[in-house]
């Protein structure tokens, strides 16, 4: 039987991804391998077999946090040559003779002589994603800044340099397995004599045993340190996204790489501004008077504020557009716009004086003066046939 491929392979996603991410892809997985849709194709028995595997480990956080620390050997079952027969004609539930094997004996290659294991424990991995969190401002995401971050990770111990052996002294070799991580059993079935190697249970496939482990990491050889990482945050990043740190996660196991640092990134609202990508919009307050014979107001920019002339007669409701004002895209020399609308006030509280000017001034006005309001009961007259 072939090695077993990585189960976030095998789901199409990331060693960080998160909950929701891995029931997504599981959902899209189990679909497209079902064996309902392939009649033809026995294959995707297996494949569905894998996936829901791979989804089953990763779901459920202890078994996927051995996972990420061990690789297969952490999470294998424990097999067992018990049942599964309805007598020698029947398979009892099992699908063929190789998954009759693989239950009892955890696979098989090359006939019934071959042997499979759990993956090398001894072979370097590479350390887990970690994730942090940080809050900015709304101007910090158009600008960008320099952050410090304080975040724990799995790093080298410092007293035992990674052995897992207390000061003074060493590992020694597993007297189960000589030193080799597995060892070869055999077991008598209905088929004959099946040998199948396996990880060593005595040191768990290292090859070697820690008499006295280190009184720091308790013979892990690695330790949870806090560190500080500073980070760059690009001008830009918008509210929910997420900046990779490479090699600032989880130290790597056996001389492996260091996983990554997943910055989730969450931006603060502003009382002027919303944003919609690398748009900025507001709005602005005119006076009635400012709007009917047109007036320079001052608009407030992310990088300060500037003049601009509307016309007369402007409607309220009016955007005007301030090309290249927005945010700058990231990892762009472009920027977006800015989109002012305008809100025409209406005054309040009037006392009889005002009123009577503003009486005055309307009986002055014609049709000709409102020409929205002529259009629109132009079309309203054509509606309904006057």
Do not use: W
Request: aromatic share 6%; proline share 4%.
């Amino acid at each position: 039987m072939a090695e077993k491929r990585d189960y976030y392979e095998v789901l199409g996603i990331q060693k960080g991804a998160t909950e929701d991410e891995i029931k997504k892809a599981y959902r899209k997985k189990a679909r497209e391998c079902h064996p309902d849709l392939h009649p033809d194709d026995p294959s995707y028995i297996e494949k569905f077999q894998e996936v829901n595997e791979a989804n089953e480990v990763l779901s459920d956080p202890d078994k996927r946090a051995r996972y990420d620390q061990f690789g297969h050997a952490g999470v294998d079952p424990n097999y067992g040559g018990g049942g599964g027969f309805d007598g020698m004609g029947g398979m009892g539930g099992f699908g063929d003779i190789g998954d009759i094997l693989e239950s009892m004996f955890g696979g098989f290659g090359g006939g019934f002589g071959g042997s499979r294991s759990g993956g090398n424990p001894n072979a370097p991995r590479r350390g887990s994603d970690i994730q942090e969190s940080v809050t900015i401002s709304f101007m910090d995401a158009c600008h960008g800044k320099k952050q410090e971050i304080k975040t724990f990770r799995m790093a080298v111990c410092e007293s035992c340099k990674g052995t897992g052996a207390d000061a003074g002294t060493t590992a020694e070799v597993c007297p189960d397995c000589h030193g080799r991580g597995s060892v070869k059993t055999t077991q008598r079935t209905p088929f004959g004599a099946i040998s199948s190697t396996k990880i060593c249970p005595h040191c768990g496939g290292k090859g070697k045993i820690v008499k006295n482990p280190c009184t720091k990491c308790r013979g892990v050889g690695r330790t949870r340190v806090q560190k500080i990482v500073n980070v760059d945050i690009p001008a830009g990043i918008d509210n929910g996204q997420t900046i990779r740190l490479n090699g600032q996660g989880d130290c790597g196991i056996n001389n492996g790489p260091s996983g990554d640092l997943l910055l989730n990134v969450t931006v603060k609202s502003h009382p002027l501004f919303s944003r919609d990508g690398a748009d900025i919009s507001c709005e602005i307050p005119v006076t009635y008077m400012d709007a009917v014979l047109g007036a320079e107001i001052t608009v407030p920019t992310i990088d300060g504020d500037v003049k601009f002339n509307i016309s007369a007669g402007t409607q309220n409701g009016t955007v005007f557009n301030l090309k290249s004002k927005g945010v700058k895209r990231i990892n762009r020399a472009d920027r977006g716009n800015q989109y002012v609308k305008i809100f025409v006030e209406v005054p309040k509280n009037l006392n009889k004086k005002q009123k009577d000017l503003l009486k005055a001034f309307e009986e002055s006005l014609t049709e000709k003066n409102y020409a929205k309001r002529q259009s629109f009961f132009d079309k309203l007259k054509d509606k309904l046939n006057f």
